[in-house]
């Protein structure tokens, strides 16, 4: 009976402490596509997509050309980010499965 106990203590202490170091270690890092951004800069990414779609592109080279499809998908990827809430399918089953139980 006292392995019992000592293994249950243990492995709930074990299973209370892991979460936290885990969380601790974890880098702090905000993610830049749930940055918003204001309307001055949209409206100076809005005149850069237009500056780049009345380019000669004929006249650029392969690289810079390159470079400009990964300049317009960054900008549309930032002005096109919402920064919403995204729920699974197994967190929203679990939401419904604690209201049930709770009401």
Known sequence: MKNYVKSTAL????ALTTPIFSVAASPR???????????????QLVNRLA??????????????KRELRKEVKSIEKQLNSSGGVYLSVGAIILIVVLLIILL
């Open 11 to 14: 492995v709930t202490l074990l």
């Open 29 to 43: 890092i905000a993610n830049p596509a749930t940055v918003k951004i204001d309307a001055a800069l949209s409206e």
């Open 51 to 64: 500056e780049i779609k009345a380019m000669d592109a004929s006249t650029l080279s392969r690289k810079d």
